[in-house]
C-alpha cells in the first residue's frame, strides 16, 4: 500500500462510530486507516456491523504516533491533527509546519 490519504484514529472508544468513520474513509477514498492504540478494537461485532465492509476493503495499520510519524515521513505525508483550539486550515492565520510535520 502507498497511501497519499491516510485517517489517523485515536480515543474512539464507541465501536459503532468507529464503524462509521472506516465507512466515511471509504466513501472518501481515503486510501488507508492508522489506528492508534485508544482505539477500541477494529474487529469488534459492533464495528464491523457499523463499517457495512469498508473495515474490509481499507487497508488499515495500528501502532504508536511515532509509528505514525515514520508512515508519514517515509510516504512523504502532511501530518496534520484536529485540535478544537487549534487554527482553521483554510484561514489565512494557518502556517504549516516545515515539511508537514508538527
Known amino acids: 500500500v ?6 489517523a484514529l ?5 465501536p459503532g462510530l468507529l464503524g462509521t468513520l472506516l ?6 477514498e481515503w ?12 474487529f469488534h461485532p459492533k464495528c464491523i456491523r457499523a463499517s457495512q465492509g469498508a473495515l ?9 504516533v ?4 515514520k508512515l508519514c515521513r517515509r510516504n512523504q505525508l502532511s501530518f ?6 487549534g487554527v482553521d486550515l483554510g484561514s489565512p492565520d494557518y502556517d504549516p509546519p516545515p515539511n508537514g510535520l508538527a
Open 80 to 85: 496534520c491533527v484536529s485540535n478544537p483550539a
Open 23 to 28: 465507512r466515511a474513509a471509504w466513501a472518501f
Open 56 to 64: 474490509f476493503e481499507v487497508p488499515f495499520f495500528k501502532g504508536k
Open 31 to 42: 486510501q488507508a486507516v492508522f489506528f492508534l492504540p485508544n482505539c477500541v478494537d477494529p
Open 2 to 7: 502507498d497511501p497519499r490519504l491516510v485517517l
Open 66 to 69: 511515532e509509528d505514525l510519524q
Open 10 to 14: 485515536d480515543y474512539i472508544e464507541d
